[in-house]
């Protein structure tokens, strides 16, 4: 097994009450708070007898971003995988072979800049860029129907999943624990203190979700204690149809694919399948 057991994490308390007794701080403090990201990789896929290419591909400001392209096993779909704020691409290498094992799907997931093997430091506007790299490298290769790329955002990522289904069409889009936005995070664990005029970072899903014209699925753990259930109930009223929500009982905010099982990427399968193919593209 590679799942590590920290795999995102936020400490809100901390930042806003350094904020706040600083008067406001600059952005570096700010991500220092928000962004875990681990430089080692720990493994890789083939540790786990899958098939993959190991991708470097540049943003448009000149960083070297590191991801793995894992090819599927039949289904039509692309799947651009924005992973959350903890670790890197490694961390998430058991949830990789069960989602290769019974979607079927092509799988690319990356590192965001400072993460793993991509150079850089992470940022809001950073992450945006690196998405953006990601997907233009993705309607580049040969192998891979631009028509059928699917987003799946996890917990931070989600919010970057979101912002780049604004800038560049996708088949659908997958929102797995997703938050309403940051200054709505920090409001959670110092309800007393003014947030939205300290955090800088905004990462703002909810004034964006309403942008996206995609099929929309959204999960959450019914359980999550890092972000509540509630953020994904609230975006999923801001959002247009057609979409879909599904709840996942007793799981938390890093065990959504475990807890959910089988069950869970049945509920993929019959989203991209029947949501996904009734869908007419541009």
Not at 124 to 144: S, W
Not at 206 to 215: A, E, N, Y
Request: charged share 25%; proline share 5%.
């Amino acid at each position: 097994m590679f799942t590590f057991e920290i795999r995102d994490r936020w400490m809100f308390p901390v930042l806003i009450l350094i904020l706040f007794l600083a008067g406001g701080c600059v952005e570096a403090l700010e991500n220092s708070f928000i962004f875990f990201p681990d430089k080692r990789i720990y493994a890789t896929p083939r540790d786990l007898d899958l098939t993959y290419e190991e991708v470097y591909f540049t943003t448009q400001d000149g960083l070297r971003l590191n991801g793995w392209w894992i090819p599927g096993t039949g289904s039509p779909f692309t799947i651009l995988w924005f992973h959350g704020n903890g670790g890197n691409i490694s961390y998430r290498l058991d949830n990789i072979k069960l989602r290769h094992d019974v979607l079927g799907t092509n799988l690319f997931i990356f590192d965001y800049r400072g993460y793993g093997r991509s150079e850089g430091r992470p940022s809001e506007a950073g992450t945006y860029q690196d998405g953006d790299a990601a997907i233009r490298y993705l309607r580049g290769r040969a192998d891979v129907d631009p028509t059928g790329i699917v987003f799946l955002g996890e917990s931070l990522g989600s919010a970057v999943a979101v912002e780049i289904a604004t800038r560049h069409h996708c088949a659908a889009l997958i929102l797995e624990a997703p938050f309403l936005s940051i200054a709505e995070m920090a409001k959670e664990s110092l309800p007393f203190l003014p947030i939205a005029s300290l955090v800088r970072t905004k990462y703002d899903t909810l004034s964006k979700i309403g942008q996206v014209r995609v099929p929309l699925l959204i999960v959450h753990g019914e359980n999550d204690e890092i972000v509540p259930f509630r953020h994904g109930e609230r975006l999923f009223e801001a959002a247009s149809e057609p979409k879909e929500f599904y709840a996942i009982k007793r799981a938390r905010h890093n065990d959504l694919y475990m807890v959910g099982g089988q069950a869970y990427l049945d509920t993929i399968n019959r989203f991209l399948n029947k949501t996904v193919g009734d869908t007419p593209l541009p």
